[in-house]
Each structure stands twice: as C-alpha cells, then as structure tokens.
C-alpha cells in the first residue's frame, strides 16, 4: 500500500477517488517520481547493509595501510592465509574475515611453496596448504587513509543517516501529533501550556538544543535518535493543532462527541485519520532535516561514534584532503548527503501538489 493510498481512504471518501487523483497527480511529477526511486535505493542498501559491501567487517573496519588514499577504481591483488571456514555476512552486525588478507604485488611458485611479495615489508615464503586463495580486488570509490574501503563505509553509512531520520521522525510523529491534537481539541488551559511548551522549545535554536539533549543523554548510536526526535516535534505539533482546529467542529466530530466516545477515540479514529496528508509532508521534510542534523552532529564530533561510519563523521575525518590529490574522500560522503536530503525535499513538494486539493 503506497502512501498516497493510505491518504486517500479518508472519512467520506470510501470510493477512494481522491487517492487516485492525488497518485496521478504525483505520477505526472518526474522529479517527485526520481525522488522515491533514489530514497528506495538508499533503503536497499541500508537494509541490505554488510551483505552486500565488498567490506563485511563489523562497521567496514578492514585496514591495509599499506593501501592508503588509493585513488578510485585502483585494483589491489590479496593473498588469503589460514583460512577457517567459508565466509558468512551477518546483515546487521557484520562478521570478522576467517583468514588474512596480505596485500601483494607479485608470487611465483616453486616446489609446493608461494613466494610473495607483500607492498609492504618482508617477502614471504608461505607453504601451498596454507594458502586459501590469491585474487585481486578493486576499490570502486578508492580507500581512505587507513586503507578502509570506502565504498562499504559509505553504505554502511546510509544505514546511520536512514535509520536515525526515520527513529527521529517516529519519536517526533509520537510527540507532535499527540500534543498538538490535545491542544486543539480541549482548548483552554490545556491549549494555552502546550502552546507555551511548543513557543519555548520553538525559540531555542534547533543545533543548540541537540548539543544540549546529546551533552546530557551522552554521545552515541541511540542517544542521537532520542536527541533529533525531541526537537523535531514542533512544527509537527503546530500543523496538527492547526489541522484539528478546522476539523473538530465538523458535525462528525459533534456526533461522535454525543454518542459519547471518549477523547481518545475521537482524536486517533476520525479527526486525524482526515489531517494525514499534511503530516505526511511535515515529515517528509523533517525527515531531510534529521539527516542533516545528524551529519552536523557527527561533524563536530557528538554524534556517531568511531569506528561506526557516518557520512558526516567522514565529512569532518577527510575535509582536508580536497586541497590534496584525495578530495573524494571529502566530496563523496558530502555528494551523498546532499542528494538524499534533495530527494526527501523533492518529495514533500510532490507529496505537497499531489494532495492539493484545489488542483
């Protein structure tokens, strides 16, 4: 079921045709179009996660120093010793090589045994039953200076992105929807505290409160999710308040109020199932500004956490390499930040026009 879909089965409208207008009206977008199909992809990824990347190490922390700052495309040829078993992937947590990597330049056989050149250090003289395998390999997007790949910390670094722009978007749906519907519908004293709650909150600004939330809960993974959500509430509140304003004096609402449901019901079964569109675009938008807090945040270092990798975190690791030969260590992570807040941004607007209902 598509987005649109879920908007479209609104109280009244039991035929559906304002989903299929509203879904017409997105198709016709390319740009809103272009915009999903990239957000699929980078979820692919992130879910897919160490299956894929050519690194499955926990947090793509395989080093060949020996193997810094190779340029993209380069091609490197391993020998494998002292393999244990075949290689498995766990999709969430990664799995530790079961043998070692050597980087070489050149081997030759000679009586059952492999004389090898490493790039760096001794020759080698290994016997053939230690040998598991010698093929070469090549870094698509290059190495950083500790010889990680990093094509795998990027993907695995649109798993931290994703996953913190949809935990903090579920903490901020939470806490908006549920105090800007109880401002709106009781009115009164309760509006009044909740309003002056959301102008408090709405008056800090937003980096300086996530410093403040991430210095108190401390620097990590999960702390992050917490700190962006609980700033990123606001403009939900507002919308919703504004929304549940205009709808709770319709004569549904005033029929459920004299059949007596009680609050709960009326709220969550039939005034917001009505505002869901405009939600969806706040968080649509919100959704690109948590990426982009969380880049800053692991910018500045109070983010994620090393060895853990993040786009901003290499942002920050790698800025001073693009006055060298080695800027794409910068420009890659920064290029992939940008286009995936271009696409939640390209979304809302299509989500925005498809749901306008004076079109």
Not at 166 to 193: C, E
Request: a positive charge.
């Amino acid at each position: 079921m598509t987005i649109l879909s879920l908007i479209g089965k609104k109280k009244g409208n039991p035929t559906g045709s304002l989903d299929h207008m509203a879904w017409q009206r997105f198709r016709r977008n390319p740009l809103s179009v272009a915009s999903l199909v990239v957000i699929g992809l980078f979820a692919v990824v992130a879910l897919l996660g160490y299956l894929i990347t050519p690194d499955p190490t926990p947090f793509c922390n395989q080093q060949y120093l020996e193997l810094a700052t190779l340029k993209p495309g380069s091609k490197a040829t391993f020998l494998y010793l002292d393999a244990t078993g075949p290689l498995h992937r766990n999709m969430v947590k990664g799995t530790p090589l079961p043998y070692t990597a050597i980087p070489i330049t050149d081997y030759r056989w000679t009586d059952g045994q492999l004389h090898a050149t490493p790039v760096a250090g001794e020759p080698l003289v290994v016997e053939r039953s230690r040998v598991a395998d010698i093929k070469s390999r090549t870094f698509i997007l290059g190495t950083d200076s500790y010889g990680r790949d990093v094509l795998s910390m990027m993907m695995i670094g649109s798993r931290v992105s994703l996953s913190v722009g949809f935990i903090a978007i579920l903490i901020a749906l939470l806490v908006g929807i549920t105090l800007g519907a109880l401002a709106a519908y009781h009115g009164g004293w309760v509006d009044n505290v909740i309003m002056w709650l959301i102008n408090v909150v709405w008056s800090i600004p937003t980096v300086l409160l996530v410093i403040a939330i991430t210095f108190a809960l401390g620097k990590g993974f999960w702390q992050i999710f917490v700190a962006v959500g609980l700033t990123m509430w606001v403009d939900i509140a507002r919308v919703v308040r504004g929304e549940v304003l205009s709808i709770k004096e319709k004569e549904y609402v005033e029929a459920t109020r004299a059949l007596g449901y009680s609050t709960f019901r009326t709220i969550f079964h039939h005034i917001l199932p009505n505002i869901v569109g405009a939600v969806v675009v706040v968080a649509a938008s919100n959704f690109a500004s948590a990426i982009l807090l969380e880049a800053g945040l692991s910018f500045l270092g109070i983010g994620v956490q090393p060895p853990m990798p993040s786009w901003g975190m290499m942002v920050k690791d790698y800025y001073g390499y693009i006055l060298l030969d080695s800027a794409y260590l910068a420009l890659l992570p920064g290029a992939a930040i940008m286009v995936i807040v271009l696409a939640f941004m390209l979304l809302a607007n299509g989500l925005r026009d498809a749901l306008d209902i004076r079109r």
